[in-house]
């Protein structure tokens, strides 16, 4: 099966016989009996890609864009590891859990429907792409529980030194009240109509820079947000879309930015504020403190993990 794998070089779609088969695909990696296509890293980095879209030289652009295309590749491999595991231990997630953790999360949030489409496309996801991203954390959580929980301590003094050292990085650290103009782009738009909506968001962009009102403006053309003045809240990094946050995080307090390309659209920003994180005290053990430090020791203890799974694996790149 492993031979028949990586000896697989494109994915074709059949018809009568080899000469009517059409490529429209191109296998990237073999991970054990699994294949990773072009086309699946391409829509794991899609952020990432636009980012690199932006760079004016074409060749630090074709390299900004290899090296983006390595690096989710590392992380679907990884994952792809991962869920073999699960199955190899039978560890499954059935959709009533998945309905039931969507439900608490909108409990939690005070949503209804109308907020959860709201979200959803302001994430660029639909339903069925939201729930599958569930059923994959719910499918760690497991895999945690049987093969990494038990690897990991923590005492009080690690979270008290842990609490000292977030609050020293805390010191120059800020979040930012933000706010947002978003034109969507339709699903398979042209590309003349796609840069018909990015001209759009630039006069946008320049009458709020000129001094009108981002509310105003938010109210009159964002598809998302509007009837709140676009308002994204307080945006903490790590928060957005990556090229979304660095464009906010990049303005003066009180800026306008953009356009910036996302799954929903065309994106005018505003950083209304910078919020300054209150700072621990750290003269006692924080919960919230032991959780960040258990969640970052998780994470190192999956990554040594995953690193052993490739020691044992058969893998393939061809990137």
Known sequence: MRRLAALIGCVVLGAAGPAAAEIIDRVVAVVNDEVVTLSEVEDAAAGALREAEAESDPVARQQKRQRQLRAFLDLIIGDKLVKQEAAKARIVVREPEVEAHLDRVMQQQGWGQPQLQQYLLAQGLTLAAFKEQVRDQLLQRKVVGRFLRDKITLTDRDVLNYCREK????????????????????????????????????????????????????????????????????????????????????????????????????????????????????DEVDPEMRNALYQERLRDAMADWIGDLRKKAFIEVRL
């Open 167 to 282: 609050t020293t990085e805390a010191a120059s650290s800020y979040a930012v009240e933000a706010a947002h103009i978003v034109l969507r782009v339709p699903e398979g738009a042209s590309a003349a109509e796609d840069a018909a909506l990015r001209r759009k968001a630039e006069e946008i962009r320049d009458r709020a820079k000129a001094g009108e009102d981002f509310a105003a403006l938010a109210g009159q053309y964002s598809e998302i947000g509007g009837d709140n003045g676009g308002a994204l809240g307080t945006v903490n990094k790590g928060d957005l879309d990556p090229s979304l946050e660095k464009a906010i995080f990049g303005l003066p307090e009180g800026g306008v930015g953009g356009p910036v390309r996302t799954p929903a659209g065309y994106h005018v920003v505003r950083s209304v504020s910078r919020v300054k994180k209150a700072a621990s005290t750290c």
